[in-house]
């Protein structure tokens, strides 16, 4: 069975910095994948990038990166240059080996200051 | 456009009745999901299905019933029997679990 922890419940974080969202990750599984979703307060789930366990570089798309550390069984999120628009729920997700669902963690509340 | 369509955007149910959340995608995406999400949670998977006809419960099944007659369909039923569905519903597809769309969810609430 695949387990997600997401141990920050909220973080609050000034316009224009960088910001780390932690996801740890359990599995047995050689091959899996490994999401980020970002989810505004009108419910919908966006999605913002992937990694799978094989892939040898840190996934990045435009301002997020994926901090893949696979002997920690960590995949922490990075955005860049923070927006007032990043505030939102961020939810990390895995889906296992022969698997097509997706088990997600507790997510974590990301409130950006101006 | 495609995409993932659920109706309505909200819902409210009496006691004792059951309701049936739509989903409707015309991505050609063999499997489709439905998840709840509590205030403040994650997402928790209900039932999924990977092909027309079939269907299989995921951690929270009981109070739920699905059917999948068509590839474009998968219509949740909160029946009765659950007995605290106030929650969002979303709903999902993916075709061999290499990438989710997910609807705009559905908002239950009893009264």
């Known amino acids: 069975a695949q387990k997600i922890t997401q141990t920050q419940p909220g973080m609050f974080v000034q316009e224009k910095e960088a910001v780390t969202l932690d996801c740890t990750y359990d599995?047995?599984?050689?091959?899996?994948?490994l999401f980020w979703y970002k989810q505004p307060s009108s419910g919908e789930m966006i999605f913002l990038i992937y990694q799978g366990s094989y892939d040898e570089q840190n996934a990045t798309e435009g301002r997020y990166s994926l901090n893949f550390q696979k002997a920690r069984k960590s995949a922490n999120l990075v955005i860049s240059a923070s927006q007032l628009g990043d505030s939102a729920m961020y939810f990390c997700?895995?889906?296992?080996?022969?698997?097509?669902?997706?088990?997600f963690g507790q997510g974590t509340r990301l409130t950006i200051n101006p | 456009d495609g995409g993932i369509t659920q109706s309505p955007k909200y819902l409210f149910r009496k006691e004792g009745q059951n309701v049936t959340l739509s989903c409707e995608q015309n991505?050609?995406?063999?499997?489709m999901y439905w998840y709840r999400q509590d205030p403040g949670q994650g997402l928790r998977l209900i039932y999924y299905s990977q092909i027309v006809n079939d269907f299989q419960k995921g951690d929270i099944a009981e109070g739920y019933s699905v059917s999948r007659e068509k590839k474009e369909s998968f219509p949740l039923t909160v029946t009765s029997a659950q007995k605290n569905p106030t929650a969002f519903y979303l709903c999902a597809s993916s075709m061999g679990g290499s990438g989710y769309t997910f609807g705009s969810g559905t908002r239950l609430t009893v009264v």
């Open positions: 599995t047995s599984d050689q091959s899996y994948g």
């Open positions: 997700a895995m889906r296992g080996r022969g698997a097509q669902k997706l088990v």
């Open positions: 991505l050609n995406h063999d499997a």
